[in-house]
C-alpha cells in the first residue's frame, strides 16, 4: 500500500471525495481487500473523534453561502473540496482528526490529509477592563487599567507618581479578600506587568495600588497607602 493508496483511503474515511473519485474509491473496495482494510483502518481510527458530539441540522442556505464565499476567496483553478459540509455541524472533531493523524509515521500522508482539513480562527478571549477609583483625600485621577487574557499581560493608562524614596506595587483581591501581589510599577511611566507563573486574573476580580517601600512590601502582603482600587470587567 503506497502513500497515495493511503491517502485516498483516508480522504474516503473522512468523506473529502467529490462524486466521481467517491464512486470509484467505492468500487475498489470491492475488488481490492488491501485498501479496503487500509479503509476500515482509518475509519476506525476516526470513530472515535464524534462520540460525545450531539449531531446539529446546519440551515438550508448555510452550505451555499460557504460555497459562495469560497469561490470567492479562493485563487483561480485552485481545486478544493467542501462536500464534508453536507454531513452534519462542523465540530472540534476537525482538529482532532489532525491529532490522530500524527501517529502516522508517514510525513506524506499527514500533510496531503492536512491540507483538506479547514483551519477555524479561535477568536482571542476580550481584554478585562477596571477604572481605578482614587482613595479619598488622596487629590489623584482615577486611573484605567486593561488586562489582556492572551497575554496575561496588565497595562495602566495612566502614570503612577510616587515619592524617590517609595514604589507604587500592583495586587489582585480575589473573593477570598486576600491580596496577592502582581509587581512594582516602573516610577514615572505607564505600567506593563506580565502575570507570570500560574496565576490567572478573573472577572470581579478587585486591581489595587498601594504605596510601598523601595523594593515592595516586606510582608507580601500591602502595608502602605491604597491609593487607588476597582474590580475588573469584561469590556
Known amino acids: 500500500m503506497n502513500s497515495d493508496d493511503q491517502i485516498l483511503a483516508a480522504e474516503l474515511a473522512l468523506g473529502l471525495l467529490d462524486d466521481a473519485e467517491h464512486m470509484a474509491a467505492r468500487q475498489r473496495l470491492l475488488t481490492d481487500p488491501d485498501f479496503a482494510a487500509e479503509v476500515a483502518w482509518w475509519q476506525d481510527r476516526f470513530a472515535g473523534l464524534a462520540e460525545g458530539t450531539a449531531a446539529v441540522e446546519p440551515p438550508s442556505a448555510l452550505l451555499a453561502r460557504i460555497q459562495a464565499r469560497l469561490t470567492q476567496a479562493a485563487p483561480a483553478g485552485a481545486a478544493r473540496r467542501w462536500n464534508w459540509f453536507t454531513g452534519g455541524a462542523l465540530t472540534g472533531a476537525l ?3 489532525l491529532a490522530a493523524l500524527l501517529l502516522m509515521p508517514d510525513a506524506k500522508v499527514i500533510e496531503r490529509v492536512r491540507e483538506r482539513v ?4 479561535v477568536a482571542a ?3 478585562l477592563v477596571a477604572v481605578l477609583a482614587p482613595g479619598e483625600g488622596t487629590g489623584r485621577e482615577p486611573v484605567a ?3 489582556d487574557q492572551q497575554t496575561r499581560t496588565l497595562r495602566l493608562t495612566a502614570t503612577i507618581t510616587v515619592p524617590a524614596d517609595r514604589a507604587a506595587e500592583l495586587w489582585s483581591i480575589g473573593s477570598d479578600n486576600v491580596p ?8 514615572g511611566t ?3 506587568i506580565r502575570i507570570e507563573g500560574d496565576m490567572v486574573l478573573q472577572p470581579d476580580e478587585t486591581i489595587a495600588i498601594s504605596i510601598e517601600p523601595v523594593g515592595g512590601s516586606p510582608t507580601g502582603q500591602p502595608t502602605g497607602e491604597v491609593i ?3 474590580p475588573l470587567v469584561t469590556s
Do not use: F, H, N, Q
Open 180 to 187: 496577592r501581589p502582581l509587581g512594582l510599577l516602573t516610577a
Open 118 to 121: 479547514v483551519e477555524i480562527p
Open 95 to 97: 482538529a482532532a482528526s
Open 228 to 230: 487607588a482600587a476597582g
Open 125 to 127: 478571549p476580550a481584554p
Open 190 to 192: 505607564r505600567g506593563a
Open 145 to 147: 487599567a486593561v488586562y
